[in-house]
């Protein structure tokens, strides 16, 4: 046993249990909290937000982390991977000066509040000041953090560890080039599922009873998890004992409830099945947001919009909405959850035409990064972007460069995380249905733990003991690629929309 | 302006805000956590209590505080107040020795849980050892804190600040004179109101309906509060703007949850009252637990019992319980509500009985402090006790000594608190019936602002700028004594009893 590394994951674990109460206090913020308590909360996030820092930052764990790696004496190899992972953390910390953190903190406060404002009123140049000073910050931060080849690696390498623009550029290119004629067609297609069974009346607690049910069956231990109402969907894992999930609830349109509640159950299953008794080191942290994203998107998506798993709802909600589905088969159900549609906005977007929104993104943020795109272009690149991948126009700024909010808080390089996910899901799928015996037709009968179990196995049990990149290589035996996406949206679509060469080209 | 003060203030503020996520953190183990999540509970609360505990014993900050409390120049008279009640903070947290601190936290986390087996099996045996061990721990604890007289007033300090055997001794005394032969009386009155009505079947949801129409009518703001489930009931003041009570709900018993949201009710409206602008100083804090216990007494009994608040609530509950409370007149109601009965637990115990449970608590862990009380003979002193105050015989000891919580977890000298809080609530409630005009006649009508108005102005608004003692002096014009209460009980049980000479004796 080695004493050092004994001192250090005390204190890990410490700042860790810390983290973990402020992300509660998160939680509560967006489910719980009284209106009028948003002043105070924000003291109390501030000062916890403020205790962590001092923690991460300590300088004598920076020297105990850097012992400690140059000399992993005594050590095990799951510690081993703690002093990576820790001292990995502490260098992104400590690289970027105070003084640069707490200018972004302010001025993405401020840039937050424009947005909102210019959104409210479509109004573009409210905001590009405050998007050119995040960019100029960002590349400062950029700068410090230190990149091998491109400044967006810094940023990306935060959110998707070890990912690069190297990496990334030709699988979205060729991820576009494969998507944008199949979107195209399907979106022309005279072919289009009827969507009218799903905006009938849902009553809320019926739908409420449906994705309990249905939260049971994917196997969520409802005994260390909570199921809350908030204003925007989320999945908070304050342990892997504690996780918490929300949805919204659309009395009109029942796939936002249902399929919300699949889409963070998939992120509670990961948090879930870290291993309990690291909890507070990084090997029961999840790995990246990438592959957090591929968890809620393959059960959300491959496994929950696919027939056998809409063959084992079918029963379960004819018999809570007997009128609202009479006459609906599994079929009709299957066909209306996988009606392709273009929309100008990411979060309304189908599984097929998804990744082009994040495509764009991609493109465009890392232009502004390197200064190749100015703000002021924006808003005409992005209309130019739309029309070329969706062959649709957004009618104003506020549906079009406006929607996120994610460059309004400086979440720069994020947006690719969701495209990960979405290709790594697609992937973990293809290699679930290769090696869990009769997969499918398990899932149809409602017996879902052997795909869980692969998960685990494969994902969930590792936290960050591998790279992402490395996880999925060692998961699916290749590494992170467009094809089995591409694969998948085919033979599906082309089943839903009656194109032959698609299914046979499988 | 002082910037030494600005300096304490701002690390004051943070802890203290580090402290209300600490609650927060609490309030959702009792309410909302997972039942898998206890152990990782533990960890979050114990990391949150080590840093407030580091930041409430900075040397650095201790220092600053004498000096400024030595040269308080430039300082207004609330920041005097501030540094005054800041110092107090400090020099009791730093007067007992950390390893003395850790030995009761250890002891007292064994010993609750060999009371909760001593309790199950009514084996006082069981629990025995580790009072004495408590005791020893206690005796130890209060020599470092320091005391004029008599030890046990360094433990009473800790929640009524100020407070002594020697001012507390002869008001008991004097109250438990007057008070045993009026309970004796009493529960062996021949005239008995009827309960019955209280035990007929409530619903839950209707119970909660009303409780939350009582609530409004009290004027909690619910923007700023919550009311949700628990096991046992509590009020969880994490800011002025986020106070949350909880209840609990009997289906065959009325009050149950009616007054125990009225009570929390109370306690709420002092957390709402405190000024919103010192959040995070003592200005912002209640002044200690006897006027906590002021408040939630004075709105569960001596308001909410009384007959102008049952006749405004007995048309709410007959509208939402028609057949339930069929032929039941407000006075019906109001007598059910005022039944004095001998029970041998404290927490079933009415207003008349109650404190007489406190008196004999008082009188045996003062004498176990000292050591004129041994730990063997309790259970026979405990007996004698109830004998002799209410003339009854607890069947075992997990209905008699061992029926509180308080011992196993230290909490030695806390009990007499809310016996000042239902004497305090008895003299506050004469002052509000000299001061504010009709006020029981506006209660009737269902005005209770003026005698908000009236708590706000002469408690809730001083947090902890006078102490306990000058508070109620200057609230009431009289130091804290048993005469209003023994007036009160008289007059209100005489009525209901039909004992002419108490209330003809006011």
């Given at each position: 046993?080695?004493?050092?590394?004994?001192?250090?994951?005390?204190?890990?674990?410490e700042?860790?249990?810390?983290?973990?109460?402020?992300?509660?206090?998160?939680?509560?913020?967006?489910?719980?909290?009284p209106?009028?308590?948003?002043?105070?909360?924000?003291?109390?996030s501030?000062?916890?937000?403020g205790?962590?820092?001092?923690k991460?930052?300590?300088?004598?764990?920076?020297?105990?982390?850097?012992?400690?790696?140059?000399?992993?004496?005594?050590m095990?190899?799951?510690?081993?991977?703690?002093?990576?992972?820790?001292?990995?953390?502490?260098?992104?910390?400590?690289?970027?000066?105070?003084?640069?953190?707490?200018?972004?903190?302010?001025?993405?406060?401020l840039?937050?509040?424009?947005?909102?404002?210019?959104?409210k009123?479509?109004?573009?140049?409210?905001?590009?000041?405050?998007?050119?000073?995040?960019?100029?910050?960002?590349?400062?931060?950029?700068?410090?953090i230190?990149?091998?080849?491109?400044?967006?690696?810094?940023?990306?390498?935060?959110?998707?560890?070890?990912?690069?623009?190297?990496?990334?550029?030709?699988?979205?290119?060729?991820?576009?080039?494969?998507?944008?004629?199949?979107?195209?067609r399907?979106?022309?297609?005279?072919?289009?599922?009827?969507?009218?069974?799903?905006?009938?009346?849902?009553?809320?607690?019926?739908?409420?009873?449906?994705?309990?049910?249905?939260?049971?069956?994917?196997?969520?231990?409802?005994?260390a998890?909570?199921?809350?109402?908030?204003?925007?969907?989320f999945c908070?894992?304050?342990?892997?004992?504690?996780?918490?999930i929300?949805?919204?609830?659309?009395?009109?349109?029942?796939?936002?409830?249902l399929?919300g509640v699949?889409?963070?159950?998939?992120?509670?299953?990961?948090?879930?099945?870290?291993?309990?008794?690291?909890?507070?080191?990084?090997?029961?942290?999840?790995?990246?947001?990438?592959?957090?994203e591929s968890?809620?998107?393959?059960?959300?998506?491959?496994?929950?919009?696919?027939?056998?798993?809409?063959?084992?709802?079918?029963?379960?909600?004819?018999?809570?909405f007997?009128?609202?589905?009479?006459?609906?088969?599994?079929?009709?159900l299957?066909?209306?959850?996988?009606r392709?549609?273009?929309?100008?906005?990411?979060?309304?977007?189908d599984?097929?035409?998804?990744?082009?929104?994040?495509?764009?993104?991609?493109?465009?943020?890392?232009?502004?990064?390197?200064?190749?795109?100015?703000?002021?272009?924006?808003?005409?690149l992005w209309?130019?972007?739309?029309?070329?991948?969706?062959?649709i126009?957004?009618?104003?700024?506020?549906?079009?460069?406006?929607?996120?909010?994610?460059w309004?808080?400086?979440?720069?390089?994020?947006?690719?995380?969701?495209?990960?996910?979405?290709?790594?899901?697609?992937?973990?799928?293809?290699?679930?249905?290769?090696?869990?015996?009769?997969?499918?037709?398990?899932?149809?009968?409602?017996?879902?733990?052997?795909?869980?179990?692969?998960?685990?196995?494969r994902?969930?049990?590792?936290?960050?003991?591998?790279?992402?990149?490395?996880?999925?290589?060692?998961?699916?035996?290749?590494?992170?690629?467009?094809?089995h996406?591409?694969d998948y949206?085919?033979?599906?679509y082309?089943?839903?929309?009656g194109?032959g060469?698609?299914?046979?080209?499988?």
């Amino acid at each position: 046993m080695n004493k050092a590394y004994r001192e250090v994951e005390q204190h890990m674990r410490e700042t860790s249990a810390i983290g973990s109460a402020a992300g509660l206090v998160g939680w509560d913020q967006e489910t719980m909290m009284p209106p009028k308590a948003a002043g105070s909360r924000a003291e109390q996030s501030a000062a916890l937000a403020g205790v962590i820092h001092e923690k991460i930052v300590d300088p004598a764990i920076g020297r105990a982390l850097k012992s400690l790696s140059k000399n992993p004496k005594d050590m095990s190899e799951a510690e081993k991977v703690c002093v990576r992972e820790w001292l990995r953390d502490y260098m992104r910390a400590v690289k970027v000066p105070t003084e640069l953190v707490q200018e972004i903190a302010r001025v993405t406060t401020l840039a937050h509040e424009a947005w909102i404002r210019a959104r409210k009123t479509s109004d573009f140049k409210v905001f590009a000041p405050w998007l050119e000073k995040i960019m100029r910050l960002t590349r400062k931060e950029a700068e410090h953090i230190g990149y091998e080849e491109h400044p967006y690696d810094a940023l990306l390498d935060h959110y998707e560890p070890g990912m690069t623009v190297r990496q990334l550029d030709p699988v979205i290119a060729a991820l576009q080039r494969g998507l944008a004629p199949i979107a195209k067609r399907l979106i022309g297609s005279k072919e289009r599922p009827d969507t009218s069974l799903l905006r009938r009346r849902y009553p809320e607690a019926d739908q409420e009873a449906i994705c309990r049910e249905v939260i049971k069956l994917m196997g969520l231990d409802m005994d260390a998890a909570r199921l809350d109402r908030s204003a925007h969907p989320f999945c908070c894992g304050i342990a892997p004992t504690d996780v918490r999930i929300t949805t919204r609830f659309d009395e009109r349109w029942l796939p936002q409830a249902l399929y919300g509640v699949i889409h963070e159950s998939g992120h509670a299953l990961y948090e879930q099945g870290l291993p309990e008794k690291s909890f507070g080191t990084p090997l029961a942290e999840g790995v990246s947001h990438g592959i957090h994203e591929s968890q809620s998107r393959l059960w959300e998506n491959l496994i929950g919009r696919g027939l056998p798993f809409v063959r084992l709802i079918h029963p379960m909600l004819k018999k809570r909405f007997p009128s609202q589905l009479s006459g609906v088969s599994a079929r009709d159900l299957y066909r209306a959850l996988g009606r392709v549609k273009s929309t100008p906005i990411r979060v309304e977007a189908d599984e097929v035409t998804y990744n082009l929104h994040i495509a764009l993104r991609y493109k465009l943020e890392k232009g502004l990064l390197v200064g190749k795109i100015k703000v002021r272009d924006l808003p005409g690149l992005w209309n130019e972007g739309m029309k070329e991948l969706l062959g649709i126009k957004p009618r104003n700024d506020a549906e079009g460069v406006l929607q996120d909010t994610h460059w309004s808080q400086g979440l720069i390089g994020y947006f690719p995380t969701y495209l990960i996910g979405n290709l790594a899901a697609a992937q973990l799928w293809a290699a679930i249905r290769r090696e869990v015996p009769c997969a499918e037709a398990m899932i149809a009968r409602g017996k879902l733990s052997p795909v869980l179990e692969w998960l685990r196995t494969r994902i969930h049990r590792h936290g960050r003991r591998f790279s992402p990149a490395a996880l999925i290589e060692r998961a699916t035996g290749e590494s992170l690629n467009q094809r089995h996406f591409l694969d998948y949206i085919k033979t599906k679509y082309g089943g839903i929309y009656g194109i032959g060469e698609w299914t046979q080209a499988r």
